[in-house]
């Protein structure tokens, strides 16, 4: 039998206003992605890629339409619900690596289970399977500032990984990484999606991601082309 996708978008749109004119970033939206599917989304900049990306994350919420990710229809949940969905299920990688500058490596990775209640000593055990995982054991005590940015984003990887999401979301993620740094993330990314079946969700300007992907969508003004 047929497992339900992870993701399912019904005519969904989010307008923003600015200056009183609606932008439609996303535009009648209708998507389904399967669970351990590696879908990677293309489009000019301002195309929606981002505005998708944290539709699906549960950082934005949809002007219209019907969303829903690991069986939960988003709409539904209060903001209570709306953060632990998102703190259980997704796992967010950006282009700015988003690290705390003031935590060492290893308490970057270990915050988001710390935060959703993991107690200390399993939270630093996980965190240090990640820390080898992504080959950063000698970088354990160093802060965001004394590392490259390859390692930076090895980190937010790892980091995105700690609560075991379902869904990974990447939102270019080798955008401030050279082309052969960015290549090896590109390949980590492609590794949990292949030995874990983890969902990949990625935005990209890289043809790199190409032979990766299962799919790729192309979007244009908030629409898939
Ligand atoms: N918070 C916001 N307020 C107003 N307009 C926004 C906001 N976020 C995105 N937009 C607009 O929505 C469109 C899509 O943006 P975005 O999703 O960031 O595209 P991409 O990630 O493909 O570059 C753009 O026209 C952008 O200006
Ligand atoms: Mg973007």
């Known amino acids: 039998m047929k497992r339900d996708p992870i993701v399912t978008a019904k005519d969904l749109s989010r307008t923003f206003f600015l200056g009183g004119q609606p932008v439609k970033a996303i535009d009648n939206i209708t998507l389904e992605v399967e669970a351990g599917e590696f879908l990677v989304l293309k489009g000019k900049s301002g195309s929606g890629k981002s505005t998708l990306l944290s539709l699906i994350a549960g950082l934005d919420r949809a002007t219209s339409g019907t969303l829903k990710v690991s069986g939960m229809d988003l709409k539904q949940l209060n903001p209570v619900q709306l ?8 796992g967010m990688i950006f282009q700015s690596f988003n690290l705390l500058p003031t935590l060492s490596v290893l308490e970057n990775i270990a915050l988001p289970a710390l ?6 000593q399993h939270a630093y055990k996980k965190a240090r399977e990640l820390l080898q995982l992504a080959q950063l054991e000698h970088r354990a005590n160093h802060n965001p500032s004394e590392i490259s940015g390859g390692e930076m984003q090895r980190t937010a990887i790892a980091r995105a990984l700690i609560n075991d999401p379902a869904l990974i979301m990447a939102d270019e993620p080798t955008g401030n990484l050279d082309t052969k740094t960015g290549d090896r993330i590109l390949n980590f990314i492609k590794n949990l999606n292949r030995t874990s079946g983890r969902t990949v969700i990625m935005a990209t300007h890289s043809t790199d991601a190409d032979a ?11 629409r898939i082309i």
């Open 212 to 222: 990766m992907a299962h799919r790729i969508l192309c979007l244009k003004d908030g």
């Open 115 to 120: 935060l959703a209640g993991v107690e200390s």
């Open 83 to 90: 953060a632990r969905f998102r703190q259980k299920q997704i």
